[in-house]
């Protein structure tokens, strides 16, 4: 493995706030993306926390540009993404600059409806504001308000891009002054394309060396034409134990009884407020009494009435369509008509895919109104798509070799490497399985997890956020904690507090407790003593019942629970875990409340994947540990 010359890693580190050094696991990283950009292939790296993996790829995608390679970098999330380019970026660029002698430029490039359409707003936003006035309704008010906002910023704004809000408005307010990829009618045609926020964002990426994107726009343009992000010799995906379930999303589909209320209601917007938008408006109800009855189940094929219903909304899209085309006088209400049209396009698409499916393809009923279509096994898609074509680097601090089957990556194609975390998890970390316990299958079981959450809560007197695989368990053992912890405040996911304030909330007053199901088990970070103990009530099985799920523990076979299920859980309690200790200087508890952990067979698969803490099935030893933590 060659080195990526020290001298760069070292003139990075210097720009962090107070100096810094590199670290092992850092250089060794960075020294492996460094060789996966100048050799090509694939390179899997698990980075432990703390490893510092931004900084660790950021610098070889810069000595990767200086010799004049672009390298697109995919994200999983929006916090991530704004991580990258407000703060490392920066850094990167700063100490770069003295070893290149040159600037390292980069570019963020979003989804289109992340832009304000200059068109769409001064068509229909700006309508509504100038009408205002009149008797309105507070959540009326709140969004003319909201409007006079983003009017008040639109002309100053060089990107147009909606974080740069200090408020974010309501969806249905942005929606109004924004439209999706499919919805734009085109540069061409439209009479700001000379003048467009989107547009500018990607004549912009297209000549950085650089460009951060999310894993979603990325995946989309990778099975779409490659126009958004061109050609390009070198991709970044960090947080890549998600990109399996995007590529699920982005190569699938649906349909939603939702879907056909938004197209006649937007066909109407535009004057199509005939029999056609009516007829589709019916589909939605229609769609909805005939999924009803099949909630979360997996379809063989689309035949029988289901099938005839989809034909018949065929038709009546098609007609709609055909009204939508037809000739205004008015050019921009022919534009709006124009634009209502390209949704009409997109939902064709979805019903004669949806009757007419590609080999391997899952069809699935969530819920009791979602038709979805998935692809059984994301490999084969990238392996058409993406291995061999660029050098491809994959990171996450849970990144186990199974995503190498998992992923289709080649197997003499690929590298893999773990780095290891540098802090010292056996001092200050405990993981507690409370072994005692029931099964959670138990009735006793709910009952016996909250009085023992209520003693290792007491004992660190709040500091916990606890982690749910349901919303029936949180709310039940939030509603119980409150009762019984007098001085604490519970609160929970769901309730007057957006995710954001709970953490806030946490952070700020040492006495509080916070309730979340699976969105708080990934990217949350709340470091310092404000989180001290981290309790699981579950281990994070997907649901038997869950369609998506069942399709590949059936293509698995026979040994699918360790194939399939058992490294998901595995996965999933390791970002979980991963949410207590986030700097050198964090102590605290992981009190996993399911005696599985501590009792099944498959236990190792589960444990090997954590950080080196130091393990317990005394309950005296985790509540003098949490003492310790709270003086």
Known sequence: ??????????????????????????????????????????????????????????????????????????????ALQDQLVGKDLPLVAAGMARVLGRPVRWEVLKGRNNY?????????????????????????????????????????????????????????????????????IGAERCPQGHNCFAEDARARSARADIVVTNQHLYCIDLFGDGYLFGPHEAVIFDEAHQLEPVVTQVAGLEITPAGFTRLATEARAVGAAGAAADAVADMSDRLADE???????????????????????????????????????????????????RLAAESLTALRVALDPPQGTVILVEGRGRLRLAPLDVGDLLASRLWGRQSCVLTSATLGPHFVQRLGVPAADHTYLSVGSPFDYRTNALLYCARHLPAPTDEAYRAAAITELAALISAVGGRTLALFTSWRALTETADALTERLSGMRVLRQG??????????????????????????????????????????????????????????????????????????????????VGRLIRTTTDRGVVAVLDSRLATARYRSRLLDPLPPMRRSIDQTEAIEFLRGCAH
Not at 154 to 163: E, K, L, N, Q
Not at 497 to 502: K, Q
Not at 514 to 531: E, H, K
Request: charge should be negative.
């Open 1 to 78: 493995m060659s080195d990526v010359p020290s001298e760069a890693l070292d003139a990075v580190v210097a720009e962090l706030p107070g100096g810094g050094e590199q670290r092992g696991g850092q250089a060794e990283m960075a020294a492996a993306v460094h060789d996966t950009m100048a050799g090509g292939g694939t390179l899997l790296c698990q980075a432990g926390t703390g490893v510092g993996k931004s900084l660790a790829y950021l610098v070889p995608a810069a000595l990767a540009a200086a010799a004049g390679k672009r390298v697109v970098i995919a994200t999983a999330t929006l």
């Open 116 to 184: 304000l359409c200059r068109h769409r707003f001064g068509e229909h936003a700006q309508q509504r504001l100038d009408m205002a006035g009149g008797p309105a309704s507070p959540a009326e008010l709140a969004r003319q308000r909201q409007l006079a906002h983003i009017g008040e910023w639109a002309p100053r704004t060089r990107t147009g891009d909606r974080s740069e809000l200090a408020v974010a408005p309501d969806g249905h307010v942005w929606s109004s002054v924004s439209v999706s990829s499919t919805e734009c």
């Open 291 to 341: 999924l009803s009855p099949l909630r979360d189940t997996r379809l063989g094929a689309i035949t029988g009435d289901l099938a005839s219903l989809l034909e018949v909304a065929d038709g009546r899209v098609v007609e709609l369509a055909s009204e939508l085309r037809s000739g205004s006088t008015d050019e921009a209400a022919e534009l709006e008509r124009l634009r209502v049209a």
């Open 495 to 576: 309730g007057e507090l957006s995710n954001a304030a709970l953490l806030e909330a946490l952070g700020d007053d040492p006495t509080t407790v916070v309730c979340g199901t699976m969105s708080f088990w990934q990217g949350v970070d709340v470091a310092g003593p404000a989180l001290s103990l981290l309790a699981i009530d579950r281990l994070p099985f997907t649901r038997p019942n869950e369609p998506l799920a069942a399709a590949r523990r059936e293509a698995a076979g026979p040994d699918a629970f360790m194939t399939v299920d058992v490294p998901n859980a595995a996965d999933m309690l390791a970002q979980g």
